[in-house]
């Protein structure tokens, strides 16, 4: 209980050894110190002065390095080392070929995101660098008719689909490998199975053919292994959904955030009839282009929409490297 302000029942006149009657904190005189050393009014001003020139002071300097924190984050985060194209006969389709208007050079990632490593003579490296066609283009069937729908697409693969309808989505995907494959000096492995070293490209497109006629979305991933986690998705990684119908795209770009880790990537596909390949945008959010988000809980079952097809998180699958 507070004894502030309580008195002693004693009366005055008590005798001697009494208790005093205690004066109320709020009646109390001020020390003596306060009462006989008060400062001259000269120094008391001095001293003021003092204070609010420390105090402004004070403010000046937080606010200067509260701008110096700020003009800091805002900075760009420097961007990766450079990445190296590959040689111009990596891809041997392409009578001249040009790495400024490859992805990489075409579609840079969104604020925040920096481009993943990839290592050169790599799957991936080789992915990245796939030449465009000028501006956004217009994707043609294999009959050399416009597609119906040119609203799927941010840009266009320079490379051609071939006269005959086998070049649809899991044949694009299975296409671009043996491209790859070839151009590494591994064309003995699948699809081609190339028993010479360098085949011509008269070889190389007659065993492509063949391929092609028997590959489906079923036959494509009997090929490949699942991917357990979004957050390990890689530059040729392949969404996938076996079946009639089914589908497929690449993954044929990636980037990240640095502090978190989030990924955001870049899909090309073909389509039923046969047709150009080419980079898809990203109806969900236009203004990010062709990039589209990883999600951020890992979530297998999150949907992946597409223009033309809606996959799952889930069905993310990939070539196994020998």
């Not at 050169?120 to 597609?147: C, E, I, M, N, Y």
């Not at 006269?163 to 699948?190: F, H, M, P, S, T």
């Not at 070293?197 to 028997?214: I, N, Q, T, V, Y």
Request: aromatic share 8%; hydrophobic share 40%; proline share 12%.
């Amino acid at each position: 209980m507070d004894t502030a302000g309580k008195q002693d029942k004693t009366q005055p006149g008590q005798t001697p050894g009494q208790t005093p009657p205690q004066t109320p904190l709020d009646e109390m005189p001020p020390p003596l110190s306060l009462r006989e050393n008060k400062p001259h009014p000269i120094l008391r001003g001095l001293l003021i002065f003092l204070a609010v020139g420390m105090l402004g002071f004070g403010v000046l300097l937080q606010n200067r390095m509260f701008k110096r924190r700020a003009e800091e984050s805002n900075k760009k985060t420097p961007p990766p080392t450079a990445l190296t194209p590959p040689p111009s006969d990596a891809f041997g389709w392409a009578k001249q070929y040009d790495p400024a208007e490859s992805i990489v050079a075409r579609i840079p990632p969104p604020a925040g995101l920096q481009r993943t490593a990839s290592e050169p003579g790599s799957f991936a490296h080789w992915l990245r660098f796939l030449p465009l066609k000028p501006g956004q283009g217009q994707v043609l069937l294999h009959t050399t008719k416009p597609k119906h729908n040119q609203n799927a697409h941010f840009a266009v693969i320079d490379i051609d689909t071939g006269k005959k309808n086998l070049q649809q989505a899991a044949g694009a995907i299975v296409r671009l490998r043996a491209e790859y494959l070839v151009a590494a000096g591994r064309g003995d492995e699948w699809p081609l199975n190339f028993t010479a070293e360098a085949p011509s490209r008269a070889e190389f497109r007659k065993c492509l053919d063949a391929a092609l006629a028997r590959m489906s979305t079923r036959s494509l991933a009997a090929e490949l292994v699942p991917v357990n986690s979004a957050r390990d998705m890689r530059i040729g990684d392949v969404f996938i959904h076996p079946g009639t119908p089914g589908h497929a795209a690449i993954v044929v770009d990636l980037a990240e955030y640095p502090k978190t880790g989030q990924k955001g990537f870049i899909l090309a596909q073909s389509f039923i009839p046969a047709q150009d390949m080419h980079i898809l945008v990203n109806p969900a959010n236009p203004q990010a282009g062709p990039w589209y988000p990883a999600p951020p809980n890992d979530n297998p079952n999150a949907t992946l929409r597409t223009p033309e097809w809606t996959f799952s998180f889930g069905e993310l699958m990939r070539f196994e490297e020998k």
